[in-house]
C-alpha cells in the first residue's frame, strides 16, 4: 500500500469532512434497512470495480487497490464503521454482480446513462470526464470532430460493456472497433499496432502517456463527450444510496473531491508502485 505524505494528508481531509457529515446522516445510518442492514450487521461493504482504469482504480506491485475511486470508497467505508472489500471484474460484469447481490455497490469509473439509470440508482456525480484518443499518430491526436475518424481504414479499441464502445459504435460505424475486456489489454492493442487508436475516458489516456513515456504515446486534445460518473447501487435500496449520497455532497462542499483528484491526477509519486 502506498505510504506518502501526500496521500496521507488526502485521507486525512476526507476523514475530517466526513465525520461532519455523519451528523447529518445518523438517523438513516443508525436505523438501517436491506442492503444497509446486512453491511451494517457484517462490517463490510463489498465494492465491485475492475483495478484497471487508472488513475481512478488500479493494482499496486503487492497487489493493492489504488486510486481516487479506492481512495473515496475507503474513506465512506470507515464513516459507516465498517470495511471496503474490493472485488475485481471485468468492467461488463460489474453491474450484473450488482444484479445477484455479489456486491453492494459498484465504484469504477462507471458514467451515469439513461441505460443504466434504468437498471440501477446512482449516487453523485462524484467526477465528470470524456471520451479521447489515445494514439501514436499524430494526425488521429489533432482531430477534434469525432465524424472525422470514422473511415474504414481505421481501427480502434474500446473496453467491452463501457460507454466507450456505445461511443465507438454510434459515431465510428464505419471503422473497425475491438472491444477486449481488460483496459491494459487494449493499451496493449495500441503499443503493439493492433489498433491506431484507444477510445476512453480522457484520465485514462493522460495517464498511459504518463505511465510509458517512451512509446510515442499520444492523448488527443479534443474532449467527444461529457461524461458524469457516479457510484451504482441497487434501484431497491434508498436508504443505501442516502446515506453515500449525504457523505459525498459534504465532501464536495468542502473541496476534499477536489483536493484528492489533484493528488491522483497531478501528482506522479505513486507511480512507481504500480504493478
Not at 487494449?186 to 499496432?193: D, E, F
Request: a negative charge; aromatic letters at 6%; hydrophobic letters at 45%.
Amino acid at each position: 500500500m502506498i505510504r506518502t505524505r501526500h496521500l496521507g494528508s488526502v485521507l486525512s481531509i476526507l476523514l475530517l469532512v466526513l465525520a461532519l457529515a455523519g451528523c447529518a446522516s445518523s438517523k438513516k445510518s443508525t436505523e438501517p434497512r436491506g442492503a444497509l442492514s446486512r453491511i451494517v450487521q457484517n462490517g463490510v461493504i463489498r465494492v465491485g470495480m475492475t483495478g484497471e482504469q487508472p488513475p481512478l482504480t488500479m493494482m499496486s506491485r503487492d497487489g493493492e487497490f489504488l486510486g481516487l475511486d479506492v481512495a473515496l470508497m475507503r474513506v465512506l467505508a470507515q464513516n459507516m464503521g465498517v470495511e471496503a472489500r474490493f472485488v475485481k471484474l471485468p468492467f461488463n460484469r460489474l453491474l450484473d454482480a450488482l444484479d445477484t447481490g455479489d456486491v453492494d455497490v459498484v465504484m469504477s469509473g462507471m458514467t451515469i446513462t439513461p441505460a443504466r439509470v434504468e437498471r440501477v440508482a446512482f449516487v453523485g456525480p462524484y467526477f465528470t470526464s470524456g471520451k479521447t484518443l489515445l494514439t501514436r499518430t499524430a494526425e488521429l491526436a489533432a482531430v477534434e470532430i469525432a465524424e472525422d475518424l470514422n473511415r474504414p481504414e481505421l481501427r480502434f479499441a474500446a473496453l467491452a460493456g463501457s460507454t466507450s464502445e456505445d461511443f465507438a459504435r454510434a459515431m465510428l460505424p464505419n471503422s473497425k472497433i475491438l472491444t477486449p475486456d481488460r483496459l491494459d489489454e487494449a493499451l496493449g492493442m495500441v503499443l503493439s499496432g493492433k489498433v491506431d487508436a484507444l477510445i476512453a475516458d480522457r484520465e485514462t489516456c493522460s495517464f498511459a502517456v504518463l505511465r510509458h513515456p517512451g512509446e510515442g504515446l499520444i492523448a488527443s486534445s479534443a474532449t467527444f463527450t461529457l461524461e458524469p460518473m457516479g457510484i451504482a447501487v441497487p434501484l431497491d435500496q434508498p436508504h443505501l444510496a442516502s446515506l453515500i449520497q449525504s457523505y459525498l455532497t459534504a465532501l464536495s462542499e468542502k473541496g476534499a473531491i477536489e483536493k484528492a483528484r489533484a493528488f491522483w491526477f497531478e501528482d506522479p509519486t505513486w507511480v512507481e508502485n504500480l504493478r
